[in-house]
Antibody, heavy 120, light 110 residues
Framework: QVQLVQSGAEVKKPGASVKVSCKVS????????MHWVRQAPGKGLEWMGG????????IYAQKFQGRVTMTEDTSTDTAYMELSSLRSEDTAVYYC?????????????WGQGTMVTVSS | QSALTQPASVSGSPGQSITISCTGT?????????VSWYQQHPGKAPKLMIY???NRPSGVPDRFSGSKSGNTASLTISGLQAEDEADYYC??????????FGGGTKLTVL
């Protein structure tokens, strides 16, 4: 059974960067399509980007292009999401989630979430 | 990519049925059968409830059902129970290979 375990909460100052990790267990990351979704306090879910198996590339939501980088370390089956030039509006819970391409075309496995607080 | 449109809130009494709508465009909801629904309780990660418009993952009660007509998808919960009180989000695949979520609907069980 696939499980996703994320890194702990972070507090950052405006203008800094944050890197959140998501460790996969029970499967190999290279065979999965990892995505990142965030949720600001009291707000809805917002898709940030993820791996597109059709193109073999990572695609980002236009809103975050140039500011977000999603990477994977296949040796440790760990995915990373780095967001730069942080501002207060980036305060949110960040989730990694697996898109099950070819089976149910949905986010069927989620990490527990990582709270990122941006404050001076 | 604009968020899909959902009602902010719906409510119902135990045993009743409710329906949550999710309106998009022909570039997302209307163009693909890759619409999914998620349940989120406070402080918890979202949970997949419906995939590919109307399919339930193993373990999801058959009280939950989904459908789609044109650019609008719907989630229906019949025989409402107290534990169904939560936030619900729809999501769709889009023509640019991106994904998009709805704004979310708060379900209150009266």
């Amino acid at each position: 059974q696939v499980q996703l375990v994320q890194s702990g909460a972070e507090v950052k100052k405006p203008g800094a960067s944050v890197k959140v990790s998501c460790k996969v267990s029970g499967y190999t990351l290279t065979e999965l399509s990892m995505h990142w979704v965030r949720q600001a306090p009291g707000k809805g879910l917002e898709w940030m980007g993820g791996f597109d198996p059709e193109d073999g590339e990572t695609i980002y939501a236009q809103k975050f292009q140039g500011r977000v980088t999603m990477t994977e370390d296949t040796s440790t089956d760990t995915a990373y999401m780095e967001l730069s030039s942080l501002r207060s509006e980036d305060t949110a819970v960040y989730y990694c989630a697996l898109w099950n391409d070819g089976y149910n075309y949905a986010f069927d496995i989620w990490g527990q979430g990582t709270m990122v607080t941006v404050s001076s | 990519q604009s968020a899909l449109t959902q009602p902010a809130s719906v409510s119902g009494s135990p045993g009743q049925s409710i329906t949550i709508s999710c309106t998009g465009t022909s570039s997302d909801v209307g163009g693909y059968n890759y619409v999914s629904w998620y349940q989120q309780h406070p402080g918890k990660a979202p949970k997949l409830m419906i995939y590919e418009v109307s399919n339930r993952p193993s373990g999801v009660p058959d009280r939950f059902s989904g459908s789609k007509s044109g650019n609008t998808a719907s989630l229906t919960i019949s025989g409402l129970q107290a534990e169904d009180e939560a936030d619900y989000y729809c999501s769709s695949y889009t023509s640019s290979s991106t994904k998009v979520f709805g704004g979310g609907t708060k379900l209150t069980v009266l």
